[in-house]
């Protein structure tokens, strides 16, 4: 993830995806807020958005499962992209959305911008991060393997006979 400035782990929960887990380098939005005197952030403003499956890019790559990237969010409208003005406040040039199982998604950002689709290298993510990722990655594991017991078991009910 060379280059990456923010990250957010999205998740459907009840029918809406909200973050979960996220990543910034440290010192990077103070820095913005000084200079610029804003208020709020990437990363606040994320957690305050609520998406729709099918709504903006998130909800988009969530309901494909096909990952995406911009190397220049300039190109996006706010209908694609709900953040992309605090995104462009923020000095965020570049953003990733990369399909994870079970419809998650991760939201790579980058400042000095990406040619083309960064990749998630082990060895780069942030051991917090590693750990949730790996963590859900055991939740699905289990999600699939109940759900694989309840139709099995609803494929053996006996069928109730109408009168």
């Not at 610029?36 to 958005?49: C, F, N, R, S």
């Not at 079970?102 to 000095?112: P, R």
């Amino acid at each position: 993830m060379a280059g990456a400035h923010f990250g957010l782990y999205w998740k459907l929960e009840a029918g809406v995806l909200v973050p979960k887990a996220h990543f910034q380098v440290d010192g990077y939005m103070e820095s913005i807020k000084a200079k610029k005197k804003i208020d709020g952030d990437y990363i606040a403003e994320a957690y305050a958005t609520k998406i729709m499956p099918g709504q903006g890019l998130v909800g988009r790559v969530a309901m494909t499962g096909k990952s995406t990237f911009y190397s220049e969010i300039k190109t996006l409208s706010k209908r694609d992209f709900l953040r992309v003005k605090m995104a462009r406040t923020c000095g965020i040039k570049s953003v990733a959305f990369i399909a994870m199982p079970g419809g998650e998604i991760m939201e790579l950002c980058s400042v000095t911008g990406w040619d083309s689709m960064p990749c998630l290298d082990d060895h780069e993510v942030g051991q917090d991060l590693q750990e949730e990722l790996l963590s859900r990655v055991v939740v699905l594991e289990k999600d699939v393997s109940a759900l694989k017991l309840e139709l099995a078991h609803v494929k053996k009910l006996p069928q109730e006979e109408t009168i």
